[in-house]
């Protein structure tokens, strides 16, 4: 099984950067593709970034293509989050997930979740 922890979230102004870092534990032997979502208060839980476990297949929300980037370090079994010229509407709290679907971009291709990390943008 998987458990995953995430942490770097908080309060920024708009423009600001965040880096969110998700690490990874349990035994496996499954290499897992791993994706942040996020969801905002009243809305549907969204898919942000999502990477292979190689590291050379990356996925983006057309929302954040161009200002976040998605990594892995998988000796440290950790995946990144880094966010750049945040805007207000990026505000919502962050999940890890892990999962061995085909559908990267998918909810349901992730059986493994973070409990979440707070993202707030202020104007």
């Known amino acids: 099984q998987v458990q995953l922890v995430e942490s770097g979230g908080g309060l920024v102004q708009a423009g600001g950067s965040l880096r969110l870092s998700c690490v990874r534990s349990?035994?496996?032997?499954?290499?897992?593709?791993m994706a942040w979502f996020r969801q905002a208060p009243g809305k549907e839980r969204e898919f942000v970034a999502g990477i292979v476990w190689s590291g050379t297949s990356t996925s983006y929300a057309d929302s954040v293509k161009g200002r976040f980037t998605i990594s892995r370090d998988n000796a440290k079994n950790t995946v990144y989050l880094q966010m750049n010229s945040l805007k207000p509407e990026d505000t919502a709290v962050y999940s890890c997930?892990?999962?061995?679907?085909?559908?990267?971009?998918?909810?349901?291709?992730?059986?493994?979740w973070g409990l979440g990390t707070q993202v707030t943008v202020s104007s």
């Open positions: 997930a892990a999962g061995l679907g085909d559908l990267i971009t998918r909810v349901t291709s992730y059986p493994y």
């Open positions: 349990g035994r496996t032997f499954n290499s897992y593709t």
